[in-house]
């Protein structure tokens, strides 16, 4: 499709177990970013990758989680030891560009249970 | 800390009646403000957004209100449709920085 494109769409899993989140962003979009939506709250940056630069980690809440971007292409976020709070939508979003115009196009989102 | 923030979790509205949604924010340095609406399982998308040298944009049935002073925006919907139904995001962008700050939503109910 055209969209951005995550996976997978729900995931439970045990504490203590590692995760791996997908997105596909849109072709072209060279702006590609990771956001968290815990219950009742509002959506939480994580990461921003823009090309080749190095990426902007400056959301990420712990050293357990870790991201990955090959190019333009796809991205992997990466949760080791989950812990039960790290439960929340995982959303990850493209955009054209290399400012920050605010239109971001966003995936369906990853669920992420941590029993 | 929560720099921007929607203080209405839920909001209900006849149909063919106006809503408001309304956002605070603190940070005065905030030059880009954007609405975004979320359905159920779906992620959000852009729905309008404002620059900080303007006080109002209006895209058709929507109307986005910004008060630098007060620093507050609002989302006018004129007429409210069955279909506006869904979670509405404000967020604030600052140029050169790489992330959206969002609200924690309003979650808008239009009622048939």
């Known amino acids: 499709g055209a969209g951005v494109s995550q996976s997978p769409s729900n995931k439970v899993t045990e504490k203590g177990k590692d995760v791996e989140l997908r997105c596909d962003p849109i072709?072209?979009?060279?702006?590609l970013y990771w956001y968290r939506q815990r219950l009742g709250q509002g959506l939480e940056f994580l990461i921003y990758f823009q090309g080749n630069s190095a990426p902007d980690k400056s959301g990420l809440p712990s050293d357990r989680f870790s991201a990955e971007r090959t190019g333009e292409s796809v991205s992997t976020l990466t949760i080791q030891r989950t812990q039960q709070e790290d439960s929340a939508v995982y959303l990850c979003a493209s955009s054209h560009g290399q400012r920050n115009t605010g239109e971001l196009f966003f995936g369906e989102g990853s669920r992420l249970t941590v029993l | 800390d929560q720099q921007v923030k929607q203080n209405s979790p839920s909001l209900s509205v006849q149909e063919g009646r106006i809503s408001i949604l309304n956002c605070d924010y603190t940070?005065?340095?905030?030059?880009?403000f954007l609405w975004y609406k979320k359905y159920p399982a779906e992620g959000p998308t852009f729905l309008i957004s404002i620059s900080s040298i303007k006080d109002k944009n209006e895209d058709g049935r929507f109307t986005v209100f910004l008060n630098k002073s007060a620093k507050h925006l609002s989302l006018h919907i004129v007429p409210s449709q069955p279909g506006d139904s869904a979670v509405y995001f404000c967020a604030a962008a600052l140029t050169g920085a790489n992330n959206l700050f969002f609200g924690t939503g309003t979650r808008l109910t239009v009622i048939p």
């Open positions: 072709s072209g979009h060279t702006a």
């Open positions: 940070n005065s340095m905030f030059d880009y």
